[in-house]
């Protein structure tokens, strides 16, 4: 079993047990769930692009930083200027949580992403819930009708969706609905990093997209020469949350694509 099927069991397991505590009703008493969402698309579309993210650790590096405040960091990526701000929720095996999203809507006003791994409709009502301004869909875990099924309900509860792939065959599962589309340089069953299949992919989106290059940015060479493939936005985490200062990694980074 891959680490991405491991999630994804995991993940259902858990949705299952969240649903019994915390039921729909009581997500939509929540105070942000009638808030109108930030727009992701706009401001990818009107900025530098880059969504910066907070991540504690991952499957495969472990902990990454256990120690930075989330309020901190999301106000020092918002003073970068930063497009949007995306925030691992998932706690098992990233080691995030949904009070860390809530906790960073308190401090900036720009798009916040909830990135976790949706299997199921109701996770999409919890990220309304807690102030998101855009949900991830995973095209390697989901089937093209829920992809068109969360896609819709999204979209109706005012929250935009980032739409990652790695292979054509993921790509088949594009809905027209879809304008964000992320393409993932990283391998999530190998965790290889590869620009080139990013590109080739890239090419195959139609032109009204806003095509995302997710993972394995590290160095602001990498933004210019994926900008020059028609790349509009790059999700940067790892790099800035290694870091002893997150904020300023993020800083210095962004002077340099300027």
Same mark, same amino acid.
């Given at each position: 079993?891959?680490?991405?099927?491991?999630?994804t069991v995991h993940k259902k397991k858990e949705v299952k047990k969240l649903k019994r505590?915390?039921?729909?009703?009581?997500?939509?008493?929540?105070?942000?769930?009638?808030?109108?969402?930030?727009?992701?698309?706009?401001?990818?579309?009107?900025?530098?692009?880059?969504?910066?993210?907070?991540?504690?650790?991952?499957?495969?590096?472990?902990? +990454?930083?256990?120690?930075?405040? &989330?309020? *901190?960091?999301?106000?020092? %990526? /918002?003073?970068?200027?930063?497009? @949007?701000?995306? $925030?691992?929720?998932?706690?098992?095996?990233?080691?995030?949580?949904?009070?860390?999203?809530?906790?960073?809507?308190?401090?900036?006003?720009?798009? +916040?992403?909830?990135?976790?791994? &949706?299997? *199921?409709?109701?996770?999409? %009502? /919890?990220?309304?819930?807690?102030? @998101?301004?855009? $949900?991830?869909?995973?095209?390697?875990?989901?089937?093209?009708?829920?992809?068109?099924?969360?896609?819709?309900?999204?979209?109706?509860?005012?929250?935009?969706?980032?739409?990652?792939?790695?292979?054509?065959?993921?790509?088949?599962?594009?809905?027209?609905?879809?304008?964000?589309?992320? $393409?993932?340089?990283?391998?999530?069953?190998?965790?290889?990093?590869?620009?080139?299949?990013?590109?080739?992919?890239?090419?195959?989106?139609?032109?009204?997209?806003?095509?995302?290059?997710?993972?394995?940015?590290?160095?602001?060479?990498?933004?210019?020469?994926?900008?020059?493939?028609?790349?509009?936005?790059?999700?940067?985490?790892?790099?800035?949350?290694?870091?002893?200062?997150?904020?300023?990694?993020?800083?210095?980074?962004?002077?340099?694509?300027?």
């Open positions: 079993m891959t680490i991405l099927e491991k999630i505590e915390k039921p729909m009703e009581q997500l939509k008493k929540s105070v942000f769930f009638n808030r109108e969402c930030y727009s992701l698309y706009q401001s990818i579309k009107n900025t530098n692009g880059i969504i910066a993210e907070f991540k504690r650790k991952s499957p495969s590096k472990g902990i +990454i930083n256990d120690t930075a405040s &989330i309020e *901190n960091v999301v106000k020092g %990526y /918002q003073n970068a200027k930063v497009a @949007a701000i995306s $925030i691992l929720t998932d706690s098992y095996f990233f080691g995030g949580a949904d009070s860390d999203l809530i906790e960073a809507k308190k401090h900036v006003n720009i798009p +916040i992403l909830r990135k976790d791994f &949706i299997v *199921n409709s109701y996770q999409i %009502y /919890q990220a309304k819930a807690i102030g @998101a301004d855009a $949900i991830l869909l995973i095209a390697a875990i989901l089937t093209s009708s829920e992809i068109k099924e969360f896609t819709s309900l999204a979209h109706n509860l005012g929250m935009a969706v980032l739409f990652e792939v790695h292979t054509q065959i993921e790509l088949e599962k594009y809905t027209s609905e879809i304008k964000i589309v992320g $393409i993932n340089n990283r391998n999530l069953n190998t965790f290889e990093v590869d620009f080139q299949n990013s590109i080739k992919l890239s090419e195959l989106l139609p032109k009204n997209t806003l095509k995302i290059a997710e993972s394995g940015i590290s160095d602001p060479k990498n933004i210019k020469m994926l900008k020059n493939h028609g790349f509009d936005g790059f999700l940067i985490g790892e790099n800035f949350m290694k870091s002893k200062n997150p904020t300023i990694a993020c800083k210095e980074f962004i002077q340099k694509i300027n």
